[in-house]
């Protein structure tokens, strides 16, 4: 790269003309000439800053991503005698702002993580860093993730490390180059924050939900014919999966689908019709894990997509990237040894992955969360109103506390949990951690909706338009409750985290 020339201020000031137009912007010279007419403010906005330092009007209004992405191009060299003060952004790079990760990567010890997560954070960051502007324009334009990419992630190991420690991981490349064995639950919370911390949650569901929920009864359930076929394929991203359980008739109350699987008169395959809603990635999915209705009870099936089997999509406040769908299976032939588990037992097959759902979500929302707390921290520090910044403010260093406060709070909960999970068999985990783990998801999601408020206030205008500075704001205020409900509603969550606390009540305890 040729070495770049200096400017003095003087020199730069010349060059202010519709045909002739630089700027300065962080003690950077950068030729907006040609750029102008491709501005979507308008060509007149610059050609009016022609020739001045522009830096902050410039971070008043977009965010530095932008300059990264055009400084390459357009930035022709440096004001004499003046560095550079803003860093432009580096895969990978973590955050240094106060809250803008976890406590460990703010230089606190933690009895939890160690070097091999801080890579792994590293690496994932990387990654997902990469791909941000096509996760970007995919979110804007409602396209599912290509399967390309679905592929890449596959074959990189992003896929794998959403979905837990296991045999499953047994021969599969991990980023980072964690060794399979080594592979713990902080290590999956981590891929779940930074999956979040895109920026665009129905692209995040379109690489991440799917079959984070859909594939567990496959490993944990399935035959081992089955298991050695399907496994590998989803995770290596050759295959897309997705779980369907909901129908128009039953959400949480699951005891209540009316979706059939009859057996065929020769016992080797049912059948099986019916319909399921709001089936995150079912648009683009090869294979489906289904509960159905049989002559025993609830029965879990592997079913594979066919001619009979149609799916739509439906319209969420969140976007088409996830491929949220209606389902109707006509006539679907099932081989009978496609039955996950036992024949009748489907409601513990539903139930056996449920804790580790939740735990995920809770994940995905604190990752989330923080990436909002972040901006706001860096909007407040960088835009002025009545001649002072916002964080001058006291009022807004009130909003910084309280949700900084309470995702600190959901956080240490959040790892204290994954620690029980990382020590406990999935017997002790059933008995202790279910109660827990719902207070937690209902914790974390009210967390969110306090955090999502006053970010909007905070960002104003911005708060509430889907690009530009305030991008993520508008993300996360739209689709946080996607958390609160998916996996167990709040309500639900409050309550069976109490009935759960009942459970263990002393009989002989008075006031």
């Known amino acids: 790269m040729p070495e770049l020339k200096t400017f003095t201020r003087a020199e730069v000031a010349k060059h202010n003309t519709e045909n002739d137009c630089w700027i300065i912007i962080d003690g950077a010279v950068y030729n907006v000439t040609t750029f102008a007419q491709l501005h979507p403010g308008g060509a007149q906005i610059l050609i009016d800053l022609g020739g001045k330092d522009v830096t902050d009007d410039f971070f008043g209004l977009h965010r530095l991503e932008v300059l990264t992405k055009y400084a390459p191009r357009l930035k022709?060299?440096?004001?004499?005698?003046?560095?550079?003060?803003?860093?432009?952004?580096?895969?990978?790079?973590?955050?240094?702002?106060?809250?803008?990760?976890?406590?460990?990567?703010?230089?606190?010890?933690?009895?939890?993580?160690?070097?091999?997560?801080?890579?792994?954070?590293?690496?994932?960051?990387?990654?997902?860093?990469?791909?941000?502007?096509?996760?970007?324009?995919?979110?804007?334009?409602?396209?599912?993730?290509?399967?390309?990419?679905?592929?890449?992630?596959?074959?990189?190991?992003?896929?794998?490390?959403?979905?837990?420690?296991?045999?499953?991981?047994?021969?599969?490349?991990?980023?980072?180059?964690?060794?399979?064995?080594?592979?713990?639950?902080?290590?999956?919370?981590?891929?779940?924050?930074e999956t979040a911390r895109l920026g665009t949650p129905s692209f995040c569901d379109g690489i991440s939900s799917g079959f984070s929920i859909g594939l567990p009864p496959i490993f944990n359930f399935g035959s081992p014919e089955l298991k050695a076929r399907v496994v590998p394929e989803v995770l290596l991203g050759k295959k897309r999966i997705c779980l369907a359980i909901t129908e128009p008739y039953a959400g949480s109350d699951v005891a209540r689908i009316r979706t059939t699987a009859k057996r065929t008169p020769d016992g080797k395959h049912f059948i099986i019709n019916g319909v399921k809603k709001w089936i995150?990635?079912?648009?683009?999915?090869?294979?489906?894990?289904?509960?159905?209705?049989?002559?025993?009870?609830?029965?879990?099936?592997?079913?594979?997509?066919?001619?009979?089997?149609?799916?739509?999509?439906?319209?969420?406040?969140?976007?088409?990237?996830?491929?949220?769908?209606?389902?109707?299976?006509?006539?679907?032939?099932?081989?009978?040894?496609?039955?996950?588990?036992?024949?009748?037992?489907?409601?513990?097959?539903?139930?056996?992955?449920?804790?580790?759902?939740?735990?995920?979500?809770?994940?995905?929302?604190?990752?989330?969360?923080?990436?909002?707390?972040?901006?706001?921290?860096?909007?407040?520090?960088?835009?002025?109103v009545f001649g002072k910044r916002l964080i001058d403010q006291p009022v807004i260093r009130n909003k910084l506390a309280s949700m900084v406060s309470q995702l600190e709070a959901v956080e240490n909960w959040l790892e204290n949990i994954t620690f029980q999970m990382c020590n406990m068999s999935y017997a002790e985990q059933s008995v202790k951690l279910a109660g827990p783990i719902a207070l937690l998801k209902y914790q974390c999601t009210r967390v969110a909706h306090n955090v999502a408020d006053d970010a909007c206030q905070i960002f104003?205008?911005?708060?509430?338009?889907?690009?530009?500075?305030?991008?993520?704001?508008?993300?996360?205020?739209?689709?946080?409750?996607?958390?609160?409900?998916?996996?167990?509603?709040?309500?639900?969550?409050?309550?069976?985290?109490?009935?759960q606390a009942m459970k263990f009540y002393p009989e002989n305890a008075k006031l």
């Open 460 to 499: 104003g205008g911005r708060g509430i338009t889907k690009t530009g500075m305030g991008r993520n704001i508008e993300a996360f205020q739209r689709t946080y409750k996607y958390g609160a409900i998916l996996g167990g509603s709040e309500e639900i969550m409050a309550d069976l985290g109490i009935r």
């Open 280 to 384: 995150t990635n079912g648009c683009f999915s090869d294979y489906f894990t289904v509960a159905a209705v049989t002559e025993k009870g609830i029965t879990m099936f592997f079913v594979e997509r066919d001619d009979n089997i149609e799916t739509k999509q439906i319209k969420t406040s969140y976007g088409a990237s996830a491929g949220t769908s209606y389902i109707t299976f006509e006539n679907v032939k099932v081989p009978a040894e496609n039955i996950l588990g036992t024949e009748g037992k489907g409601f513990q097959v539903i139930m056996y992955n449920f804790n580790h759902e939740r735990w995920y979500i809770c994940g995905a929302v604190t990752g989330s969360t923080r990436m909002v707390i972040e901006d706001c921290f860096k909007w407040a520090v960088q835009r002025k």
């Open 76 to 193: 022709i060299g440096q004001v004499e005698g003046e560095v550079s003060q803003v860093a432009l952004q580096v895969p990978g790079d973590l955050s240094k702002i106060p809250y803008g990760e976890p406590s460990f990567w703010m230089g606190f010890k933690s009895p939890y993580f160690n070097e091999s997560h801080t890579s792994f954070r590293k690496a994932l960051r990387a990654i997902y860093d990469e791909i941000r502007p096509e996760a970007i324009q995919a979110e804007e334009m409602g396209k599912y993730p290509s399967k390309e990419l679905y592929q890449r992630l596959g074959e990189e190991g992003v896929l794998a490390s959403q979905i837990g420690p296991g045999p499953w991981l047994k021969g599969l490349k991990l980023p980072a180059g964690i060794e399979p064995e080594k592979f713990d639950y902080f290590h999956e919370l981590i891929a779940h924050q």
